[in-house]
T-cell receptor
Framework: GQNIDQPTEMTATEGAIVQINCTYQ??????LFWYQQHAGEAPTFLSY??LDGLEEKGRFSSFLSRSKGYSYLLLKELQMKDSASYLC??????????WGAGTKLIIKP | IAGITQAPTSQILAAGRRMTLRCTQD?????MYWYRQDLGLGLRLIHY???????GKGEVPDGYSVSRANTDDFPLTLASAVPSQTSVYFC????????????FGEGSRLTVL
């Protein structure tokens, strides 16, 4: 079966750095996506990785290792507005998105 | 404002009733999707459409139907609602069916009693 694992909840301090991990086992791979979802709102696209390595976009970076079936989302200089759920998703060989259950990130002052 | 519009935003429904959730996009995207989101679970695909005139079943299609008469509209119908269909429903679109960059509507919170 297809499976995506990510921690259920994480807590971090404002101004700090946090790394949210995602491991996946899917039928094929056509890219890995990270989405941000604030409570009561819709998910919004954050990043896309299809090749191994690090993609940086401002305070957010996303890393992929296809051989290990592993990705992480790195958030720097945390702000209170970063409190949200972060969803990891993989596009499989049939171009279907397989979603993780999401990681709820709590930022404390 | 360009994007996806869902209606209603919230609805309480008696079991056995028929309900249609509406979804309209103005981005001229080819692909559209309906997901449900339940606490502790990832987004689950109900139905999708890669282009106007075609639809396909997702992971959890039972009890739901869709139509795609044109590019912009993708309504989701619950023929006879059951309490297990209580959920938040998200409509989404993408430029094509082979990308994972989706644009989501604001969601429709449905409670079936």
């Amino acid at each position: 079966g297809q499976n995506i694992d990510q921690p259920t909840e994480m807590t971090a301090t404002e101004g700090a750095i946090v790394q949210i991990n995602c491991t996946y086992q899917t039928s094929g791979f056509n890219g890995l996506f990270w989405y941000q979802q604030h409570a009561g709102e819709a998910p919004t696209f954050l990043s896309y990785n299809v090749l191994d390595g690090l993609e940086e976009k401002g305070r957010f970076s996303s890393f992929l290792s296809r051989s290990k079936g592993y990705s992480y989302l790195l958030l720097k200089e945390l702000q209170m507005k970063d409190s949200a759920s972060y969803l990891c998703a993989v596009l499989d060989s049939n171009y279907q998105l397989i979603w993780g259950a999401g990681t709820k990130l709590i930022i404390k002052p | 404002i360009a994007g996806i519009t869902q209606a209603p935003t919230s609805q309480i429904l008696a079991a056995g009733r028929r309900m249609t959730l509406r979804c309209t996009q103005d981005m001229r995207h080819n692909a559209m999707y309906w997901y449900r989101q339940d606490l502790g679970l990832g987004l689950r695909l109900i139905h999708y459409s890669n282009t106007a005139g075609t639809t396909g079943k997702g992971e959890v299609p039972d009890g739901y139907s869709v139509s795609r008469a044109n590019t912009d509209d993708f309504p989701l119908t619950l023929a006879s609602a059951v309490p297990s269909q209580t959920s938040v429903y998200f409509c989404a679109s993408s430029s094509s069916g082979d990308t994972g960059e989706l644009f989501f509507g604001e969601g429709s919170r449905l409670t079936v009693l």
